[in-house]
């Protein structure tokens, strides 16, 4: 079992930064594969991006690439969003997932992750 609690949204103008972070329980956090995914109201959940148990592999959505970074801190159990450049269309509630097991092609997928976060909203005013 795993529990994740992230922290560090709030509000912010286009432009400007913020870095969430994903706090999870547990010893076996170096063996999850670990997510970040975001939902604006009213659309779906969408995958933000990825990192490998390792460390070693991660991915991003074709929209934060470039601006926005993820990464994992084994000694605090945590795992990181660093986001900059931050436009409006970023607004939404972010959530960090994990899943244990391959690190495979489908770490895109919401039904991929075994655990979730509450969520931190994130808003980018214009």
């Known amino acids: 079992q795993v529990q994740l609690v992230e922290s560090g949204g709030g509000l912010v103008q286009a432009g400007g930064s913020l870095r969430l972070s994903c706090a999870a329980s547990g010893r076996t956090f170096s063996s999850y594969n670990m997510g970040w995914f975001r939902q604006a109201p009213g659309k779906e959940r969408e995958f933000v991006a990825a990192?490998?148990?390792?460390?070693?592999?991660?991915h991003y959505a074709d929209s934060v690439k470039g601006r926005f970074t993820i990464s994992r801190d084994y000694a605090k159990n945590t795992v990181y969003l660093q986001m900059t450049s931050l436009k409006p269309e970023d607004t939404a509630v972010y959530y960090c997932a994990a899943e244990r097991g391959t690190y495979s092609g489908s770490y895109y997928r919401p039904d991929e992750y075994d655990y979730w976060g509450q969520g931190t909203q994130v808003t980018v005013s214009s």
């Open positions: 990192i490998s148990w390792s460390g070693i592999s991660t």
